[in-house]
């Protein structure tokens, strides 16, 4: 059942992110739906899927943007999993820690991706990604991550009379 759950998520948020979200682009910074649904899923449902998920939305993410596979891919996966031991350790239910761990978690995937790109090209600005492209994502991530926590409030009242 959540295998189903996790592909209608990733179906869903991934043509929100290529029909919906530049409309609801802050300043000409466009939400990561994407990784916004990966560090929700990983704070509130600590199942083995979401590093699946978090793949797969990766290389769907890479496709679509910039084409060149793998960069996303893997800053997903190291989100996923920063956001399962942070879900596991220090999360509490909280609206306000949420958007907190969102926010680090953007910051972290910001990191990994542009980390990633330099490794690739040595021309890259890292300094000038993580200041003008990263943190300003990470700030328009945590501002739309309470209504993807709403949305999957809303889902696991649904969900869950059907898994038992």
């Known amino acids: 059942m959540k295998f189903l759950v996790y592909g209608s998520i990733g179906v869903a948020t991934l043509w929100l992110q290529l029909t919906v979200a530049p409309l609801l682009a802050v300043f000409g910074i466009m939400p990561n739906l994407l990784l916004i649904s990966v560090a929700v899923l990983g704070l509130r449902w600590m199942e083995p899927w979401l590093f ?10 890479d496709a679509f943007s910039h084409g060149q596979l793998g960069v996303y891919a893997l800053s997903l996966y190291a989100t996923s999993f920063a956001a399962r031991l ?6 509490e239910n909280s609206l306000l820690v949420g958007v907190l761990a ?4 953007s910051l972290l995937d910001g990191f990994v991706a542009v980390t990633v790109l ?7 600005p890292w300094w000038h990604w993580m200041l003008t492209g990263v943190l300003p994502g990470a700030l328009v991530n945590a501002l739309w991550s309470p209504l993807l926590f709403f ?4 889902l696991e009242r649904w969900v869950r009379p059907l898994e038992a």
Do not use: P, T
Request: no cysteine; charged share 10%.
């Open 118 to 124: 330099q490794w690739m090209d040595d021309g890259v």
């Open 102 to 105: 969102v926010l680090g978690l």
């Open 151 to 154: 949305a999957l409030g809303r």
């Open 86 to 91: 942070i879900g596991a350790s220090v999360y």
């Open 52 to 61: 699946l998920y978090a793949v797969f939305a990766g290389l769907a993410l």
